[in-house]
Nanobody, 125 residues
Framework: VQLQASGGGLVQAGGSLRLSCAAS????????VAWFRQAPGKEREFVAA????????YYADSVKGRFTMSRDNPKRTVYLQMNSLKPEDTAVYYC???????????????????WGQGTQVTVSS
């Protein structure tokens, strides 16, 4: 399984970016796909996740109402639309895939088996 994350960049506060994560070697049908982020000197933190079996999406409180996660099944791609970006959103964003992720643990990085290489998002004030 290979995950290719893209779409990061430099944007001013209040701006928008859309991240993409394309998968090869996996169909996602029973998976949970998530976005995590890691800022310098901080632990990796959960951003959003989608459970492909149900289509349910879950967000961290810090991004709820600003970020939207979606999927394109035929393209085996998930997206993270990020609006109203803030300087504190600056981080490397990673997509991850896990099979059999239980609902109570989907915010835990250790539940995910495969990780993309990360894409840098920088929000200037």
């Amino acid at each position: 399984v290979q995950l290719q994350a893209s779409g990061g960049g430099l944007v001013q506060a209040g701006g928008s970016l859309r991240l993409s994560c394309a998968a090869s070697g996996r169909t996602f049908s029973r998976d949970t796909v998530a976005w995590f982020r890691q800022a310098p000197g901080k632990e990796r933190e959960f951003v959003a996740a989608i459970r492909f079996s149900s289509g349910s999406v879950y967000y961290a409180d810090s991004v709820k109402g600003r970020f939207t996660m979606s999927r394109d099944n035929p393209k085996r791609t998930v997206y993270l639309q990020m609006n109203s970006l803030k300087p504190e959103d600056t981080a490397v964003y990673y997509c991850a895939v896990g099979g059999g992720v239980i609902l109570s643990s989907l915010r835990t990085a250790g539940q995910y088996n495969y990780w993309g290489q990360g894409t840098q998002v920088t929000v200037s004030s």
